[in-house]
């Protein structure tokens, strides 16, 4: 099994700065990509970045110039740099680990971190 726990969310003005780390455990073999997704109440979950193992990024277009994925593949440990942080990036933001295992995928969700932008 593997195991996610995230670290760094919480309040924050808008405008203001938030650092998010995701660190991997347990039976890890063939990470291919690491993620941050978030959900909003009444919303559904949705994709915020996604680093490969190669280290290939993707990010929601509402993001992109603001917030910044970053790994350290020796740790297991993924990052989100958030920046110039808006009311509407409130969300509980959740870590997501895809692996392959024998030719198998796996993917495992980490517990959530609480991300509140006001004022």
């Known amino acids: 099994q593997v195991q996610l726990v995230e670290s760094g969310g919480g309040l924050v003005q808008p405008g203001g700065s938030l650092r998010l780390s995701c660190a991997a455990s347990g039976s890890i073999f063939s990470v291919y990509a690491m993620g941050w997704y978030r959900q909003a109440p009444g919303k559904q979950r949705e994709l915020v970045a996604r680093i490969t193992s190669g280290g290939s990024t993707n990010y929601v277009d509402s993001v992109k110039g603001r917030f910044t994925i970053s790994r350290d593949n020796a740790k297991n440990t993924v990052y989100l740099q958030m920046n110039s942080l808006k009311p509407e990036d409130t969300a509980v933001y959740y870590c997501?680990?895809?692996?392959?295992?024998?030719?198998?995928?796996?993917?495992?969700w980490g517990q959530g971190t609480q991300v509140t932008v006001s004022s």
């Open positions: 997501k680990l895809d692996q392959v295992v024998i030719g198998i995928p796996y993917n495992y």
